[in-house]
């Protein structure tokens, strides 16, 4: 066993672990932390696989921006010192035939899917190569869906500070 | 004498690493080894770093308020810290009763590898960096982000309403400034054309950027100052450990080696801040160069590159000391305001301006 595959299935062990000990955990913060661990595992398989742009993506997107800003939800609105509650017993049995059902799909499917190596010559995943693909408006340019999500945060973004306006009070 | 003034931090890694490949055959085992050596020795290397800082903290303190400051212990007061240091190791690192205790001895250890891992890509030396990564700017800002994970891990597990509002507040406090830390760091990517912090330091050959960017260069360096004294929460932002209202804030509960840890990882943090400042708007270890005058350019050479490193990084953290001592603390929504009504706009307009000059080649 070399230490590449060493590394992986440390990694893979991160990633569950946390994922499992996310939804297991009783108080909701520790939740949060379990699932950056998580997160901090998939990053770490990013750079494991040399996408090194977009682990660092991954880090700044998933751990500096939504795991905080779920910590900050978790501060302003939960109890987060207290034990949560215990689930019902059919919302166990529910979820849990979800999770087999699911996993059953997805085995089935990595099964079933022949992975055939493209024979196309690999692009260097180097940030100039991503940016001019992203922004190209040649065949394979992604300029169009990169505009349309722009829209989207806009109007995110807009709507939000329509959301936080202090109506004008009527003198 | 020749071999004396080229001699630099690389030639000494290549004889190490030249002395260990003769020993050790196996290449994987080589690597681990030196791999392990070189964590060693930056951390031997930024503990020392950090009992300097302390140090150079306490006596730029009293020169700003003209006493004398720490002179007992040791020659002019250097073993201070040492003893400090000692003080700390004897104390016992208590976890209070009601703390999460799992998460409240994580969150020093969190905060120290998280701006530990941002050293990897800083170039202290010609060819002397740890890892080049061809990111370099981007892994720096996202690992930075780790830090505030530990912050508000160690403001809740806590327990206690002090620790919790200061680690509320740092955490608003550094998101939002670091924004601004981002945008200043682009103005030099897009001028560099690249995120390679190897890269940012040879392209600064005929000049740095601080010279070569004109006036809206010399904003960014401002605003990347000021924003990211924000991000590393030190006076006057220092609003998360406001010793008058939350007695410490996040670390209020936090006694002896972890209180240490917390200390540790805030001189690193300045010293990083400091090193990145240095690297991307004042070269680096890139001798002061003027474009076109060569025997001026050779002059300098002579001056290792490793001096002008460490000079510009502790140029930088004097000036950041310096504000510690001038400004008073803002208040939460003078913070806000700053960040948001005037560091990030500016900074907007001042990246548009940097791509317009980048684009007609209008810098030096």
Known sequence: MSASIVIFYILAAVIIGGGILAVTAKKIFRSAIYLLFSLMGIAG????????????????????????????????????????????????????LAVVFACAFVISLINNYSFVASTNTAIEP?????????????????????????????????????????????? | MKILLTYSFSSFATYVHNLLADLIINPMLL??????????????????????????????????????????????????????????????????????????NLAPV????????????????????????????????AVSSLGVIGILMAGWSSNNKYSLLGAMRSGAQIVSYELSVGLSLISIVV???????????????????????HIPVMISFVIFV??????????????????????????????????????????????????????????GWMPF?????????????????????????FLIIFIIMWFRWTFPRLRVDQLLTLEWKYLLPISMVNVIIITVMAIMGWHL
């Open chain 1, 45 to 96: 398989l990013y750079f494991y696989l040399n996408y090194e742009f977009i682990a660092a993506v991954q880090i700044v997107v998933y751990i500096g921006g939504i795991v905080v800003l779920i910590i900050f939800s978790i501060f302003l609105t939960h109890a987060s010192g207290k034990d949560m509650e215990k689930p019902k017993l059919m919302s166990i049995i529910v979820s849990a």
């Open chain 1, 126 to 171: 180097t940030v100039k190569n991503i940016g001019r693909q992203m922004l190209s408006t040649t065949e394979h340019g992604f300029i169009l869906p990169f505009e349309v999500v722009s829209m989207l945060l806009l109007a995110a973004l807009i709507g939000s500070i329509v959301i936080a306006l202090k109506p004008k009070t009527e003198a």
């Open chain 2, 31 to 104: 690597h681990v080894t030196e791999m392990v050596i070189t964590g060693v020795s930056l951390i031997a290397f930024l503990v020392i770093l950090c009992f300097f800082l302390g140090y150079m903290e306490r006596r730029v303190a009293a020169f700003m308020e003209i006493r004398l400051g720490p002179n007992r212990v040791g020659p002019k007061g250097s073993l201070q810290i040492v003893a400090d240091t000692v003080k700390l190791l004897l104390k016992e690192g208590l976890t209070p009763d009601s703390a999460d205790k799992f998460l409240f």
């Open chain 2, 110 to 141: 969190i905060m120290v590898i998280g701006s530990m891992m941002v050293i990897a890509p800083i170039a202290f030396a010609k060819d002397f960096q740890l890892y080049d990564i061809n990111i370099g700017v981007l892994y720096v800002s």
């Open chain 2, 191 to 213: 001028l560099s054309g690249s995120l390679s912090l190897g890269d940012i330091v040879r392209s600064q050959e005929n000049g740095w950027w601080i010279i070569k960017g």
């Open chain 2, 226 to 283: 000021i924003a990211s004294t924000a991000e590393i929460n030190r006076a006057p932002f220092d609003l998360a450990e406001a010793d008058q209202e939350l007695t410490g804030g996040f670390h209020t509960e936090y006694a002896g080696m972890k209180f240490a840890m917390f200390l540790l990882s805030e001189y690193i943090n300045l010293f990083v801040v400091s090193a990145i400042a240095a690297t991307l708007f004042l070269g």
């Open chain 2, 289 to 313: 160069h003027i474009g076109g005058l060569d025997g001026f350019n050779h002059i300098m050479d002579f001056i290792p590159s490793s001096i002008w490193f460490f000079s510009k990084t």
